[in-house]
């Protein structure tokens, strides 16, 4: 094309490119579209969540997404940065504060008490899958719509729901083939917490540490000395790794409690840290904390098993660096918010993994996924009646169980013959007006390329011995 008239095509393009531009709404900061070819990673991690809490006996439940903004408030912690900071809230037309869920536990255990569940036999397991929305400061692996598989088994006080908790939080990423360590820490009881409190508090007080720490931490001493620990700015991460660690100044039952976790988890093989630097951002938790971290930021770090005898002796756990990636998931046990938010005493422990995170661990990684938009037989035609018939053969096939492919809108045969190579498919069936007319269709095996004619009313006995009965 000669460059005179380029330019001014380009010109033109521009133009519209920008008119375009000024009409789009493009979507929100820190949100994502999921698109279909990013499905794939969705349906297993879906998959893989279903049948594990399934298989220990966590059963499926869904809550509003907006909720009261004083069920947050109260649950998630008023001094918690999710509700401090993250919130989506607005005020409605009846002058009524919602919140955006930024988590599922604040409505799970709503429901658990809305609906009576304390009357069925306890523990009640629950699982529950579904967007959450904090406003965040995005960044790699930050969003601001993300999703939880989230697990919590209300109304057991055993050490053992902590550990298969964690246990089933461990399997769902060996699984997927993603290594990771669990960080695991106790936070003691409100009355053995107190004491610790008083001990953190001294200790920042001393030779004017506290002149020392980062302006959130500042404040974070007055309304919640716990979270110090787990400031990541440089001149509160070094004073932290000094501080008293509240393994030390657990009570009996607690320190027993932790330690029974810990041997659970021994017996099992589930690779642990034992990490006195580990709060957990919200103000429910009480006893076990708990967070899943990629294995490869650990590298400088130990790793027991074998934790459950070091604190059964005198050391506490080994001083664990912050983690330099997201965490892929975390929780812990909650045995007072149940009853603070208006039911019965109830013990209770949960987590929850943020699937963003381990599609992108999936992704990095370059894990094999097995195909599932691949058929095993394309129905091909040639002519209008053909097409028509072979529609209604796609509908028998599909109930029948077999995997089928199609591209009724596409005429010529070569362009089908080409989709059907795309979808991997095993088998072509092709019908054309000749076999109309006689009552056959071709059968193409797409490896081999060889065609063989058969009796249209033997379709499915003809897939069935190839492929197998799909009904068994
Ligand atoms: P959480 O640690 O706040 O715990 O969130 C759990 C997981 O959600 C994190 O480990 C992370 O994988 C993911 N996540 C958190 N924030 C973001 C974000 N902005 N973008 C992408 N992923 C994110 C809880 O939510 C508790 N409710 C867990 C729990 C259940 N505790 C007891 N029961």
Not at 62 to 91: A, I, Q
Not at 193 to 221: I, S, T, W
Not at 421 to 444: A, H, N, P
Not at 455 to 472: C, F
Request: include cysteine; proline fraction near 4%; glycine fraction near 6%.
């Amino acid at each position: 094309m000669p460059k005179m008239f380029k330019k001014k095509e380009n010109k033109e393009d521009d133009k519209i490119i920008r008119a375009r531009r000024g009409k789009f709404v493009s979507r929100l900061r820190g949100m994502k579209d999921v698109l279909p070819e990013e499905y794939r990673y969705w349906n297993l991690v879906i998959k893989k969540a279903t049948e594990l809490a399934k298989s220990y006996g966590f059963k499926r439940l869904d809550t509003p997404v907006l909720e009261s903004l004083e069920l947050y408030e109260r649950s998630s912690g008023r001094s918690s940065d999710v509700v401090t900071k993250e919130m989506f809230s607005f005020v409605d037309k009846n002058d009524d504060r919602i919140a955006l869920r930024p988590e599922a536990t604040p409505g799970v255990v709503r429901a658990y008490i809305e609906h009576g569940m304390f009357n069925l036999p306890q523990p009640v397991k629950l699982f529950w899958l579904g967007p959450v929305f904090r406003h965040d400061k995005p960044q790699a692996g930050r969003f601001r719509q993300f999703s939880q598989f989230d697990l919590e088994n209300i109304g057991e006080t055993s050490p053992v729901a902590d550990a298969e908790l964690i246990a089933v939080t461990y399997y769902f990423f060996r699984e997927l083939q993603i290594d990771v360590v669990i960080q695991i820490n106790s936070i003691g009881c409100s009355v053995c917490r107190k004491d610790y409190l008083v001990k953190l508090e001294n200790f920042y007080k001393e030779r004017g540490r506290r002149a020392k720490l980062c302006h959130d931490c500042k404040k974070r001493l007055v309304k919640n000395p716990l979270r110090l620990l787990d400031c990541k700015e440089k001149a509160c991460v070094e004073m932290a790794a000094e501080a008293p660690q509240i393994v030390d100044s657990l009570c009996d039952d607690c320190r027993n409690h932790f330690i029974k976790v810990l041997e659970y988890l021994d017996e099992l093989d589930i690779p642990y840290n034992l990490n006195p630097l580990l709060v957990r951002g919200l103000d429910y938790y009480n006893r076990t904390v708990f967070e899943v971290w990629p294995s490869a930021a650990e590298a400088a770090v130990e790793v027991a098993p074998g934790g459950a005898e070091k604190l059964a002796g005198k050391a506490a756990g080994e001083r664990a660096e912050q983690p330099r990636q997201n965490a892929l998931g975390g929780g812990g046990r909650y045995d007072g918010l149940v009853e603070y938010m208006g039911g019965r005493p109830t013990a209770a422990c949960g987590m929850a993994i943020g699937l963003e995170r381990v599609i992108m661990k999936i992704k990095e990684k370059n894990i094999p996924l097995k195909d599932d938009e691949k058929g095993d037989i394309f129905l091909a035609q040639l002519g209008d009646q053909a097409r028509r018939k072979i529609m209604k053969l796609f509908e028998v096939l599909r109930k029948a169980g077999f995997n089928v492919r199609e591209a009724f809108t596409k005429d010529s045969l070569k362009s089908q013959l080409e989709a059907a190579d795309k979808m991997g498919v095993k088998y072509s069936l092709i019908l054309g007006q000749k076999e109309v007319m006689d009552g056959t269709i071709l059968i193409r095996d797409m490896e081999s390329g060889i065609q063989e004619i058969i009796d249209y009313k033997k379709i499915v006995a003809e897939l069935e011995k190839r492929l197998g009965n799909p009904a068994k």
